[in-house]
């Protein structure tokens, strides 16, 4: 099943440097009964865009709670069993009637992720605002509200599994070994 885990870029590198997402349960995104229901229209590409979309938002609450990440949204997209998923909502934060809402019981991983989606160093300024406003715009203050707007009219930039280290690296230098766990050498001939 794809499901889509929202990050920060500080968090993609920890991600990288692990070989895995976690710890466990995972909190994510999906295409739920629930999300189908919510949506009268749309076939499966819309609704894993919704899905994304929400990913993205929680995203922000990431970043809202971590000052010191950059101010760009990261959504990874990975393939998990369909075992490893509930649909259980949210708890909190206040987005706990989300309908793509999911958990995963089981740690990602790096391997699992088919994508990341990152927000390109433009819409920082928007994001940061955004990430600031995002709790009052969860408790329904319009003009919160009208900044998260405004952030996610920034569409997130697709990035290939190996591009992903340039994403997390502070200086778009590649990380050790590609983000992945090191080669292990080979043994003796």
């Keep these: ?8 870029l500080s968090s993609l590198a ?3 440097a692990k070989g895995e997402v976690g710890p466990t349960p995972l909190h994510a995104f999906a295409v739920t009964p629930a999300l189908r229901e ?3 229209s749309g076939d499966d590409e819309e609704l894993e865009y919704v899905a994304m979309l929400a990913a993205a938002r929680q995203s922000l609450r990431l970043l809202d709670a971590d000052p010191d990440a950059a101010r ?7 393939d998990v069993p369909d075992a490893d998923v509930s649909w259980k909502p949210l708890r909190p934060p206040a987005n706990d009637d989300e309908p793509a809402a999911v958990l995963i019981a089981a740690a990602v991983p790096v391997t699992a992720v088919a994508a990341g989606h990152v927000d390109e160093p433009a819409a920082e300024v928007d994001v940061a605002a955004a990430a600031d406003a995002i709790a009052a715009a969860d408790r329904g203050d319009d003009d919160a509200s009208f900044a998260v707007d405004s952030a996610e009219a920034h569409e997130l930039a697709w990035y290939a599994t190996q591009e992903l280290q340039y994403c997390a690296s502070p200086r778009g230098t590649p990380l050790p070994h590609g983000g992945l766990p090191p080669p292990i050498p080979p043994g003796p001939r």
């Design 1 to 8: 099943m794809r499901v889509y885990l929202p990050a920060t």
């Design 14 to 16: 920890d991600i990288l």
């Design 38 to 40: 919510a949506y009268a």
């Design 72 to 78: 760009r949204r990261v959504v990874l997209a990975v």
